[in-house]
């Protein structure tokens, strides 16, 4: 390339073609931009099932680019922070996605947890009368979230005169666990002997017996004549 000065050329590289002229320069202004970094990871969350979404991780930073949030490695990534309802395990994938024609940071993953909530018990009929029949306490789930329904599978009837023991086994709604307190004594009583009733008595008025008349009445008949 060469620069033109009047009427006579100096090349790029400063040389001069004329000793009439001083050489000429180009100057250009640039700025060297810092790679893509991922300065604070996404943090897995251990949650607790509430009944309501939860965010899976805690966000992460970067510089020089943004992080994008996806459940799947391959799906759909988004700037929102997946959340998540149920309990259950959760793999969250993220990656940086460079600016200002910065590289990319491929997809790594966290797991998250959401764990079941304990339930209380409830127990009902813990006694019984003997009846030749099968026996057992019933049991229900206390401390559910907002309007969950939530049944509980009780084992350990029995028809046999005595004292013994239920256990809450399972549970209907899969975000709730039982708690370790989960047994409860219960008791088949004999049947109660029919007492004799005893008989009131009634309180009646004292009464006086007759007076009978004791003795002989003598008729005499005497005949008449015309």
Same mark, same amino acid.
């Given at each position: 390339?060469?620069?033109?000065?009047?009427?006579?050329?100096?090349?790029?590289?400063?040389?001069?073609?004329?000793?009439?002229?001083?050489?000429?320069?180009?100057?250009? $202004?640039?700025?060297?931009?810092? #790679?893509?970094?991922?300065?604070?990871?996404?943090?897995?969350?251990?949650?607790?099932?509430?009944?309501?979404?939860?965010?899976?991780?805690?966000?992460?930073?970067?510089?020089?680019?943004? /992080?994008?949030?996806?459940?799947?490695? #391959?799906?759909?990534?988004?700037?929102?922070?997946?959340?998540?309802?149920?309990?259950?395990?959760?793999?969250?994938?993220?990656?940086?996605?460079?600016?200002?024609?910065?590289?990319?940071?491929?997809?790594?993953?966290?797991?998250?947890? /959401?764990?079941?909530?304990?339930?209380?018990?409830?127990?009902?009929?813990? +006694?019984?009368?003997? #009846?030749?029949?099968?026996?057992?306490?019933?049991?229900?789930?206390?401390?559910?979230?907002?309007?969950?329904?939530?049944?509980?599978?009780?084992?350990?009837?029995?028809?046999? /005169?005595?004292?013994?023991?239920?256990?809450?086994?399972?549970?209907?709604?899969?975000?709730?666990?039982?708690?370790?307190?989960?047994? $409860?004594?219960? +008791?088949?009583?004999?049947?109660?002997?029919?007492?004799?009733?005893?008989?009131?008595?009634?309180? $009646?008025?004292?009464?006086?017996?007759?007076?009978?008349?004791?003795?002989?009445?003598? /008729?005499?008949?005497?005949?008449?004549?015309?």
């Amino acid at each position: 390339k060469l620069a033109k000065s009047g009427e006579t050329f100096v090349n790029s590289d400063g040389m001069v073609e004329s000793r009439a002229y001083s050489p000429a320069s180009d100057s250009a $202004k640039f700025s060297i931009l810092s #790679d893509t970094s991922l300065t604070k990871k996404p943090a897995a969350k251990k949650l607790t099932y509430n009944g309501e979404a939860q965010a899976l991780v805690a966000e992460g930073k970067a510089d020089g680019g943004e /992080i994008l949030y996806s459940l799947s490695k #391959d799906g759909e990534y988004s700037k929102n922070v997946p959340t998540a309802k149920d309990a259950g395990e959760y793999t969250v994938w993220y990656k940086v996605k460079g600016i200002d024609g910065r590289k990319d940071i491929d997809p790594d993953s966290a797991k998250a947890t /959401i764990t079941k909530k304990t339930v209380g018990l409830e127990w009902s009929d813990t +006694e019984f009368t003997y #009846d030749g029949k099968e026996h057992c306490p019933k049991a229900s789930a206390t401390g559910l979230a907002g309007s969950d329904k939530c049944d509980v599978t009780v084992t350990g009837a029995s028809k046999e /005169i005595g004292k013994h023991t239920a256990k809450a086994v399972s549970l209907s709604n899969e975000n709730y666990e039982l708690p370790t307190d989960n047994t $409860k004594e219960f +008791e088949i009583k004999e049947e109660p002997k029919q007492e004799e009733q005893k008989e009131e008595k009634e309180e $009646k008025p004292e009464t006086k017996p007759e007076k009978k008349l004791e003795g002989s009445v003598s /008729i005499q008949m005497k005949s008449f004549y015309y």
